[in-house]
C-alpha cells in the first residue's frame, strides 16, 4: 500500500459535495491501485489536507462515471479529458470540518513538519 498526496481545486469541483457520498470518483495521475490511501490537499484558500480516502477501485472511463461525476464540475463539464482514467475513492476520514489556518493539517504546519 502506498500513500499519495493529490491537490484539489474548490474554485473547479464542488470536493466537499462530492465528499458528502459514500463513494467518489477521482482523476488517476499516478500508479495508484487498490488500497492505496489519498489525501486529498485542498489549494487556495483552504491550503490544507481536507479528506483521507482509500482507493476502492481504479481504471474507470469518464464516459461510464460522467453522470455521476457531472454535478459537482463548476464551470461546464468541458475541463476533464476523456482519456484520463477514474479511481473510486471511499472517504475513511473528513478533516475538512476544521477549517483553519493554524490546523496540524494546513500548509506552514505541513512544511514546518516535512
Given at each position: 500500500?502506498?500513500?499519495?498526496?493529490?491537490?484539489?481545486?474548490?474554485?473547479?469541483?464542488?470536493?466537499?459535495?462530492?465528499?458528502?457520498?459514500?463513494?467518489?470518483?477521482?482523476?488517476?495521475?499516478?500508479?495508484?491501485?487498490?488500497?492505496?490511501?489519498?489525501?486529498?490537499?485542498?489549494?487556495?484558500?483552504?491550503?490544507?489536507?481536507?479528506?483521507?480516502?482509500?482507493?476502492?477501485?481504479?481504471?474507470?472511463?469518464?464516459?461510464?462515471?460522467?453522470?455521476?461525476?457531472a454535478?459537482?464540475?463548476?464551470?461546464?463539464?468541458?475541463?476533464?479529458?476523456?482519456?484520463?482514467?477514474?479511481?473510486?475513492?471511499?472517504?475513511?476520514?473528513?478533516?475538512a470540518?476544521?477549517?483553519?489556518?493554524?490546523?496540524?493539517?494546513?500548509?506552514?504546519?505541513?512544511r514546518?513538519?516535512?
Amino acid at each position: 500500500m502506498t500513500a499519495w498526496l493529490i491537490a484539489a481545486n474548490t474554485k473547479i469541483y464542488d470536493v466537499f459535495g462530492a465528499f458528502e457520498q459514500n463513494e467518489t470518483y477521482w482523476p488517476m495521475n499516478a500508479k495508484i491501485e487498490i488500497g492505496d490511501s489519498i489525501y486529498i490537499y485542498l489549494v487556495v484558500p483552504h491550503k490544507q489536507i481536507g479528506f483521507v480516502c482509500g482507493v476502492l477501485g481504479t481504471g474507470y472511463d469518464l464516459a461510464d462515471i460522467f453522470d455521476y461525476v457531472a454535478p459537482f464540475i463548476k464551470g461546464g463539464a468541458g475541463k476533464r479529458p476523456d482519456g484520463k482514467p477514474f479511481m473510486k475513492l471511499g472517504a475513511t476520514r473528513t478533516l475538512a470540518l476544521a477549517l483553519e489556518s493554524d490546523s496540524a493539517l494546513s500548509l506552514p504546519r505541513l512544511r514546518e513538519t516535512g
